[in-house]
């Protein structure tokens, strides 16, 4: 019988799909030789529970899902349908996959023990972020950060698993459900961003080691804070002003943080005489974006100390965030110090 060789035709179908990101997590765990999987199996389990929020996002509208929840979290902040519902989908994909010992998240209270002593690693959740934007049709996101337990395997929890560091993160990612639906991860040796393809099911390659430029012209803060803020602060925004920098900021971290990330740019949410600790979260917020930013060539401080290195006293504990370009945040570091003096 004659054959032939298969030769792939890149001209016919106008783009190739490429790596999926089922493909690109075992090509990961192949670099490790004694890697268990169960990682990869976890990242999976959150690509899943991904796809269902995303489901549901895109169903906002029609399903009778917006709208407030009626009650409000921990943070006193009110709840979503949708913050809900995302926290239910991410706590059932991790309980069922067998290898989280313990969730916390940004929508409960307490820590959520798994009851299950045989699980390595521990995740810290913030299921929707920028909940306030799903009923206008803005971007939203979800941010994770997983770390391994420090306690004994096969033994019950411990307040030390929990309250790590974020230099002690062994994978942190987020998904934003912008105008396509991303997910970007880091274990801690490059960024990667996804791209959902809803009529596939999947997510491929589309950002491969991602890096963020040392310098940018955007600067995001919610400016309407302008009264509360420092003299530092206030001098470093006059500072953008004075430059022509492009104010940008949606209110959805993740999303802000994206577009930084791609294009230059820091992010600010800082103290302020109202709070005087800021409001983003170190657990669920700060210390995932802090990660993917280190990893990606940009910089995480809370003003004066860096995010990753910050010890959590407390699940729910705030912090103050500058995050984004080396440059940029080193800028508005000196105005803060005060070392720049405005001219
Ligand atoms: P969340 O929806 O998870 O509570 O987070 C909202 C956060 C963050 O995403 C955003 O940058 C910030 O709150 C916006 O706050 P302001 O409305 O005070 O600017
Ligand atoms: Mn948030
Ligand atoms: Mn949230």
Same mark, same amino acid.
């Not at 210390?287 to 004066?304: K, P, R, S, Y």
């Given at each position: 019988m004659k054959t032939k060789p298969y030769v792939r035709d890149k001209s016919a179908l106008g783009y190739s799909v490429g790596v999926t990101l089922?493909?690109?997590?075992?090509?990961?765990?192949?670099?490790?030789?004694?890697a268990s999987g169960e990682l990869s199996q976890l990242l999976r389990d959150i690509a899943l529970a991904t796809k269902i929020v995303n489901r549901?996002?895109?169903?906002?509208?029609?399903?009778?899902?917006?709208?407030?929840?009626?009650?409000?979290?921990?943070?006193?902040?009110?709840?979503?349908?949708?913050?809900?519902?995302?926290?239910?989908?991410?706590?059932?994909?991790?309980?069922?996959?067998?290898?989280?010992?313990?969730?916390?998240?940004?929508?409960?209270?307490?820590?959520?023990?798994?009851?299950?002593?045989?699980?390595?690693?521990?995740?810290?959740?913030?299921?929707?972020?920028?909940?306030?934007?799903?009923?206008?049709?803005?971007?939203?996101?979800?941010?994770?950060?997983?770390?391994?337990?420090?306690?004994?395997?096969?033994?019950?929890?411990?307040?030390?698993?929990?309250?790590?560091?974020?230099?002690?993160?062994?994978?942190?990612?987020?998904?934003?459900?912008?105008?396509?639906?991303?997910?970007?991860?880091?274990?801690?040796?490059?960024?990667?961003?996804?791209?959902?393809?809803?009529?596939?099911?999947?997510?491929?390659?589309?950002?491969?080691?991602?890096?963020?430029?040392?310098?940018?012209?955007?600067?995001?803060?919610?400016?309407?804070?302008?009264?509360?803020?420092?003299?530092?602060?206030?001098?470093?925004?006059?500072?953008?002003?004075?430059?022509?920098?492009?104010?940008?900021?949606?209110?959805?971290?993740?999303?802000?943080?994206?577009?930084?990330?791609?294009?230059?740019?820091?992010?600010?949410?800082?103290?302020? *005489?109202? %709070? #005087?600790?800021?409001?983003?979260?170190?657990?669920?917020?700060?210390? @995932?974006?802090? &990660? $993917?930013? +280190?990893?990606?060539?940009?910089?995480?401080?809370?003003?004066?100390?860096?995010?990753?290195?910050?010890?959590?006293?407390?699940?729910? *504990?705030? %912090? #103050?965030?500058?995050?984004?370009?080396?440059?940029?945040?080193?800028? @508005?570091?000196? &105005? $803060?110090? +005060?070392?720049?003096?405005?001219?």
């Amino acid at each position: 019988m004659k054959t032939k060789p298969y030769v792939r035709d890149k001209s016919a179908l106008g783009y190739s799909v490429g790596v999926t990101l089922d493909r690109f997590i075992k090509s990961k765990q192949d670099d490790f030789p004694f890697a268990s999987g169960e990682l990869s199996q976890l990242l999976r389990d959150i690509a899943l529970a991904t796809k269902i929020v995303n489901r549901e996002i895109n169903r906002a509208g029609l399903s009778n899902i917006g709208g407030a929840f009626g009650q409000t979290n921990v943070q006193g902040e009110e709840q979503q349908n949708l913050d809900v519902i995302a926290n239910i989908r991410f706590t059932r994909a991790l309980s069922k996959g067998g290898e989280v010992c313990a969730i916390v998240s940004e929508e409960d209270d307490e820590v959520i023990d798994l009851q299950n002593q045989s699980g390595k690693y521990v995740v810290a959740i913030d299921p929707l972020d920028g909940s306030s934007n799903i009923d206008v049709n803005i971007s939203i996101g979800t941010i994770f950060s997983i770390y391994r337990r420090v306690s004994p395997v096969g033994h019950p929890i411990q307040p030390e698993d929990i309250l790590q560091k974020g230099l002690d993160q062994v994978a942190a990612g987020y998904v934003l459900f912008g105008s396509s639906t991303m997910l970007v991860y880091t274990t801690g040796n490059g960024v990667n961003g996804f791209t959902y393809e809803p009529s596939l099911g999947e997510f491929f390659l589309s950002h491969p080691n991602m890096c963020a430029p040392k310098t940018g012209t955007i600067y995001s803060i919610n400016e309407g804070m302008t009264n509360q803020m420092d003299e530092g602060l206030k001098n470093y925004i006059q500072y953008c002003k004075e430059k022509a920098y492009s104010a940008r900021y949606i209110g959805s971290l993740v999303a802000d943080f994206h577009r930084n990330l791609l294009k230059g740019g820091i992010y600010i949410y800082p103290a302020t *005489q109202n %709070t #005087p600790n800021g409001k983003i979260r170190l657990m669920y917020e700060a210390n @995932a974006l802090a &990660f $993917i930013a +280190e990893q990606a060539g940009a910089v995480a401080i809370d003003g004066t100390r860096r995010i990753l290195e910050i010890q959590p006293e407390s699940l729910h *504990q705030r %912090t #103050p965030l500058y995050l984004g370009s080396e440059e940029m945040v080193s800028m @508005a570091e000196s &105005f $803060i110090k +005060e070392k720049v003096l405005n001219s």
